[in-house]
């Protein structure tokens, strides 16, 4: 008879004899970047050669379309729709990545072919997000071929601009939202609290962007002859940024800070934070004083330079520089209130003196999301996956990262469970991206009992 434990056995199999390793390895040879225009076509054929004939063997209607925003990768859906009485799950993923940086991996590695070392798959999209929705739809077909069907509807959103803000997808599935509407949305992305720790996040946090500008003179003027009698632009700046975030990393913009709610305090106790081995990286005492670090990361936001130029670096001369210019980045949760970041930026500013530094091009990256930790099919989910591992899964308010569930929320009106099936250390905005194998195969056989369940009629009332 079809079991639960038949469909989990199916995925576990099916990692352990190498059919995911030789998935992973088809999927990261197509070298996806959206981030490199020459690497443009490759987007549309990891949709219809990667994924299109995979998922349509499992019974799926699949769809390529065009990116609503010209330049912008193309978003493939498919649907497997048993019955519209049945609950509808929406999975999501995303099939482009980062540049490849093929220049900076260690030797023997590259970023477009995967290299089993150990506990770790290298290469570009292992962990970022290629081998994430593999996990997810390899589980699926387990139990397609356990149980004869799933007992559920399934939609699936995989875009390929996701690493250049997920433009389009919005207006995409604005214009959909009737074919996409679903009860939950249940995907991977982003890493665990720690790499031993299955997690639940139910959203993300969001970013908001500003160069920060100070423009003195039309050109530079000799070092020599006028050092020590003309401002410069660099340390002015350096000053300004000063005044934004003490040298422990406490944010002294205090207008940009709302409240931490008391249920992300309560959820977050107890909460573990570690990025595994070399990739660890906590500065005790940095940052907001009186939190844990978990409160930092996952109920708090944070302040940062990305970038930060005056003069050429790369071939400085003997000049006082004419400009200086910082991109700067909030990493925020949707407790904050957007609309007051560049004002109170411009209003403290203006306070400490620096009424001549410019705030230029500010916007958000990508909005924060979040569901109710408390909602039913984060309790449902949680209940499954910890039936399947025998251990528990630690709950967190948002991921420290970025991920359009904003659109997920705004358009179709669904709740947020994702669970990642990375960790923090696993490089994958740099060289040596990879996925660790013992994650991923607690991942695949989380996810088998979770399809498996959804199938017995026991989800969350609609």
């Known amino acids: 008879m079809p079991s639960r434990d038949g469909a989990i056995s199916r995925a576990l199999s099916f990692f352990d004899d190498g059919g995911y390793a030789a998935l992973l390895s088809r999927l990261v040879a197509i070298p996806s970047t959206s981030q490199d225009p020459d690497y443009a076509p490759a987007l549309t054929r990891y949709l219809e050669e990667g994924l299109k004939p995979w998922v349509e063997s499992l019974g799926f209607v699949t ?148 160069d920060l500008v100070i423009r003195l003179r039309p050109g530079g003027v000799h070092s020599g002859h006028w050092g020590g009698l003309t401002r410069d632009p660099a340390v002015l700046l350096a000053h300004a940024i000063t005044t934004i975030m003490d040298r422990d990393g406490k944010i002294l913009v205090r207008d940009w800070l709302p409240p931490m709610p008391n249920s992300v305090r309560e959820l977050l106790k107890g909460c573990p934070i570690g990025g595994g081995g070399e990739a660890a990286s906590v500065d005790p005492g940095w940052g907001e004083p009186g939190l844990t670090p978990a409160e930092k990361i996952y109920g708090w936001q944070s302040f940062i330079v990305l970038a930060m130029v ?15 210019r910082a991109h700067c980045q909030i990493r925020y949760t949707v407790d904050a209130d957007t609309t007051r970041f560049e004002p109170a930026l411009r209003a403290h500013l203006d306070a400490n003196g620096f009424d001549f530094v410019a705030i230029e091009n500010a916007y958000i990256r990508m909005p924060a999301s979040r569901t109710d930790p408390g909602n039913p099919w984060v309790g449902w989910t949680r209940s499954s996956m910890e039936r399947t591992l025998g251990k528990r899964v630690q709950v967190i308010p948002n991921s420290s990262g970025g991920l359009p569930g904003d659109v997920f929320v705004d358009h179709l009106n669904v709740p947020l469970v994702w669970i990642p099936h990375s960790y923090s250390g696993c490089k994958q905005h740099g060289p040596d991206e990879h996925l660790l194998k013992s994650t991923a195969r607690e991942g695949i056989a989380a996810f088998a009992g979770i399809w498996w369940d959804l199938g017995e009629g026991g989800a969350p009332a609609r």
């Open 63 to 210: 769809r390529i379309s065009p990116n609503p925003k010209p330049g912008f990768g193309p978003i493939l859906t498919a649907e497997r729709v048993e019955d519209p009485s049945l609950p509808t799950v929406l999975l999501y993923g995303h099939g482009d990545t980062v540049r490849g940086l093929d220049d900076q991996w260690h030797d023997g590695l590259k970023p477009w072919e995967v290299k089993d070392a150990g506990d770790r798959w290298y290469g570009r999209g292992t962990a970022d997000n290629k081998g994430q929705h593999a996990i997810d739809i390899a589980a699926l077909e387990a139990v397609i071929a356990e149980r004869g069907r799933l007992g559920f509807n399934v939609k699936l959103v995989i875009e390929t601009c996701e690493e250049r803000g997920s433009t389009g997808l919005k207006d995409f599935v604005a214009a959909n939202a009737k074919e996409l509407a679903a009860d939950v949305l249940i995907a991977s992305d982003g890493p665990r609290v720690e790499p031993e720790l299955p997690t639940i996040t139910t959203g993300t946090r969001g970013t908001w962007h500003c």
């Open 310 to 324: 005056s003069g050429r670096p790369e071939n400085p001369v003997n000049a006082v520089a004419p400009d200086a």
